[in-house]
């Protein structure tokens, strides 16, 4: 499995929330980093071009706000889920 998740978050983010919700549920690792009270993260979001949270990083690609698809698609990518299997008629 490649490097862990990272979630940069916010304090009274509900997007955040969702993300961290998200990722538990899957039982995916994640680390989170609160721009609001670590400088340091807030200086790396700021390096990977964004300013407002959430940002998920998962192996290397950026997803910011919460687009289920999109990080579900990710995810297995990555490793960390498998396929979905389609529902059967």
Not at 64 to 80: H, P
């Amino acid at each position: 499995m490649p490097e862990n998740v990272v979630v940069y978050s916010s304090d009274n983010c509900v997007p955040c929330e969702w993300v961290k919700k998200y990722l538990a549920r899957k039982a995916v690792p994640f680390t989170v980093y609160n721009v609001s009270h670590d400088e340091r993260a807030l200086q790396e979001l700021e390096k990977l071009g964004f300013k407002a949270t959430p940002v998920t990083v998962i192996n290397g690609q950026c997803f910011t706000g919460f687009n289920q698809k999109r990080m579900e698609e990710a995810l297995v990518t990555s490793g960390y889920l498998k396929p979905s299997q389609p529902a059967s008629a």
